[in-house]
C-alpha cells in the first residue's frame, strides 16, 4: 500500500469567515498568505459552517463528523470521553503519528490519561522559555480596560501589545508553529504524520502588537450590523449587563481593527508554517486544511466575542480552506457551496484513505475539491444553547441557573450572568440554505431573515405573512434533519444472555467448539442462533 499523506491542521480559534480577504466582504481585511494559498492550490469554502457557536461543542462535532445533538456535547464543560473515538484515536489506530499543541478543547481533562492518549506527542507553547521569559501580552496603555463602569471593561479589548528589545511579541502560538515544522521534519519510524495547531489567536482579548496593529486601515472597515430588530432575548441581555453602550463609533472600529491584525499575525505564520514545511521537504505531500471552530461578534450588534446560542453568520460562518496532498485533483479557488464542519472530519478520513469506526454525518469535501461547481447540501445547521431544566455547567460555578458566585471583575462576568436566565439562554437550532435562515427556539421568538435583502440579519421576519410558506417548509426540513440524526446505533454490540448460561449450553462439547462459540458469542450472535451451534456441534460430535 502506498504511504499515506500527511495532515496539517491549521486551526485559529473565533476566526470570522469575513477576515479573509479574498472573501470580499471586508475591504480591511489583510490576510494575503491565505488569499494566495486559495488562488493557487486550494479550496476555500465561502460557505462553511460551524454546528455550534463555541468551541467546545464545535470541536466535539467537527473531530467526530457527529452533530452536538447525537451524544449532548452542547456545552463548554461536556466533551469527549473513553468510549468516543474522533479523528486523532482513529488514525493513531491507523499507524499515523500524531502531533498536537496541548490547545485541544476536545476530550476530558479529569480522565487520567485520556488526554494524553490522543497523541503520540503534546506540545505546550506556554512553558517554551521562549514564552515564559517575558511577559508582552500586555497593553501599551496598561490601564486600558479601566475600572468596573468604563466603557472598556467588558469590551476585552486590550488595544496594541507591547514588544521586546527585537520588536517581537513571541507568543504560544508562535511556539506552536515552529515546533510543528520541526516535528514534521523529524523521523517518525517511517510513520505519515498528522498534526493539529489549535492557535489561540484571533480570540479575545483583543489585543495585537506593531506592524499588525497599525496595518489595519479603519477607514475601511464596513458598516457594522446594528443592534436590530426582533433579535433574540440573549443578546440583550448581554448588553445589558456589559454596560458597553458607553462606546463610540470610533472604539468599536480600534476593536474590530486590532481583531483583523490579529488575523493578519495568524496570516503570517500560517506563511511561516508553510514554507517550513517546504524547506522540511513534506509540503507536497501532505494534506492541509485551514479552519476556525466559531467565529465572532467583532462589533456588530455592538457586541463583542460570542455567545452560546445566537446563530448570526458572524459567529457560524467560517473559514474553510482545503489543499489535497500533491497528485491529488484541485480546482483552485472559492467555492461557494453549502458545507458544515462535520465534513472535515470525513473529508480528512477519505484523502487517507481510512473508514470511520462509527457512523457518523460528514459528506467528503473531496468531490468539490475536485470541482469547485459541486454542491454539497441543500442545508446547513447549527445549534446551541440549553433548556431551562438542564444543568449546563460553566467554569465559574458550576452550574447554570443553580446558584453560586460569579466574580464580577471577571471579562467574562456579563456572559455567565447571562447564561443564568434560562429563557435567554434556551436551545436553539438554525437551518440555512443560500437565501433564508430560520432558527427555531425551545421558548421565546423564533427568528427569520431573507438574507439577499438583510445580509446583515438585522430585522427577524419571523412575523411577516409574506413569509409564511417558506417558514413552515424549513421548520418541516428542520424536522426531517433531527429524525435522520438524532442518534447512532453502536457498532459494538451487546448480549441479551449471560455468559454463565453460555457455560451451561456448551458443557461436554469439545474445547474447540465451546471456543468458537464462545467468539461468536463476544461478537454479539444472539441466544436464538448460539443455540442452534450448540446443537449442530453435539449431533455432529455425537
Not at 38 to 60: D, G, L, M, T
Amino acid at each position: 500500500m502506498e504511504k499515506r499523506p500527511n495532515v496539517v491542521i491549521f486551526n485559529p480559534d473565533e476566526m470570522r469567515w469575513d477576515a479573509l480577504y479574498h472573501m470580499g466582504a471586508n475591504p480591511a481585511a489583510i490576510t494575503p498568505n491565505l488569499d494566495e494559498f486559495a488562488s493557487k492550490e486550494a479550496v476555500s469554502f465561502s460557505n462553511a459552517y460551524c454546528q455550534n457557536p463555541v468551541c467546545v461543542p464545535s470541536r466535539c462535532s467537527f473531530f467526530t463528523g457527529l452533530y452536538p445533538h447525537v451524544k449532548g456535547h452542547r456545552t463548554m464543560q461536556h466533551l469527549l470521553h473513553e468510549d468516543e473515538s474522533n479523528l486523532f484515536t482513529e488514525l493513531k489506530n491507523a499507524g499515523y503519528y500524531v502531533w498536537m499543541n496541548d490547545r485541544n478543547d476536545l476530550v476530558a481533562g479529569q480522565i487520567p490519561g485520556l488526554y494524553e492518549s490522543q497523541a503520540d506527542e503534546i506540545h505546550s507553547g506556554k512553558t517554551d522559555p521562549r514564552v515564559m521569559a517575558t511577559d508582552h501580552n500586555k497593553p501599551v496603555i496598561s490601564n486600558i480596560r479601566g475600572k468596573k463602569g468604563d466603557k472598556f471593561f467588558y469590551s476585552h479589548y486590550l488595544g496594541e501589545l507591547t514588544v521586546n528589545n527585537e520588536g517581537i511579541n513571541y507568543t504560544s502560538d508562535d511556539s506552536d508553529v515552529d515546533r510543528c515544522i520541526e516535528m514534521m521534519g523529524e523521523d517518525h519510524g517511517g510513520k505519515p504524520v498528522v498534526a493539529f495547531l489549535g492557535l489561540f489567536y484571533p480570540h479575545c482579548p483583543y489585543g495585537v502588537e506593531k506592524p499588525y496593529f497599525s496595518a489595519i486601515d479603519r477607514k475601511k472597515l464596513p458598516k457594522r450590523a446594528s443592534k436590530g430588530e426582533g433579535k433574540p432575548l440573549m443578546q440583550e441581555e448581554l448588553r445589558s449587563h456589559m454596560g458597553i453602550d458607553q462606546m463610540e463609533e470610533k472604539d468599536w472600529d480600534e476593536l474590530r481593527a486590532v481583531y483583523l491584525g490579529m488575523c493578519m499575525k495568524i496570516d503570517a505564520q500560517f506563511k511561516r508554517l508553510c514554507d517550513g514545511l517546504k524547506e522540511k521537504g513534506v509540503y507536497d505531500d501532505t494534506l492541509i486544511v485551514v479552519l476556525s471552530d466559531h467565529g465572532d461578534f467583532c462589533g456588530d450588534y455592538s457586541l463583542p466575542e460570542k455567545s452560546q446560542n445566537t446563530f448570526e453568520d458572524c459567529l457560524v460562518r467560517v473559514p474553510l480552506l482545503i489543499k489535497p496532498p500533491k497528485g491529488e485533483k484541485v480546482d483552485p479557488g472559492i467555492s461557494d457551496s453549502l458545507v458544515e464542519l462535520v465534513d472535515f472530519y470525513r473529508t480528512v478520513m477519505d484523502y487517507v484513505g481510512v473508514e470511520p469506526d462509527h457512523d457518523q454525518f460528514g459528506i467528503s469535501l473531496r468531490p468539490i475539491v475536485e470541482d469547485r461547481k459541486i454542491e454539497n447540501r441543500k442545508y446547513v445547521f447549527s445549534e446551541g444553547g440549553r433548556m431551562e431544566y438542564e444543568w449546563q455547567a460553566d467554569e465559574y460555578h458550576g452550574v447554570c441557573g443553580k446558584g453560586g458566585s460569579i466574580p464580577e471583575e471577571s471579562d467574562y462576568w456579563p456572559k455567565q450572568i447571562s447564561q443564568t436566565n434560562g429563557e435567554a439562554h434556551i436551545k436553539g437550532t438554525m437551518i440555512r440554505d443560500h437565501r433564508y435562515k430560520y432558527i427555531k427556539r425551545a421558548n421565546n421568538k423564533d427568528e427569520f431573515y431573507d438574507l439577499e435583502k438583510d445580509i446583515k440579519e438585522e430585522k427577524n421576519e419571523i412575523d411577516n405573512p409574506l413569509y409564511k410558506d417558506q417558514i413552515m417548509k424549513m421548520k418541516l426540513d428542520m424536522l426531517d434533519w433531527y429524525q435522520s440524526t438524532c442518534d447512532i446505533v453502536p457498532r459494538k454490540v451487546d448480549n441479551r444472555i449471560k455468559r454463565a448460561q453460555v457455560e451451561a449450553m456448551t458443557r461436554g462439547l469439545d474445547e474447540d467448539v465451546k471456543k468458537e462459540i464462545f467468539r461468536r458469542y463476544e461478537e454479539g450472535l444472539g441466544g436464538m442462533m448460539l443455540g442452534q451451534m450448540v446443537r449442530r456441534a453435539r449431533e455432529k460430535q455425537n
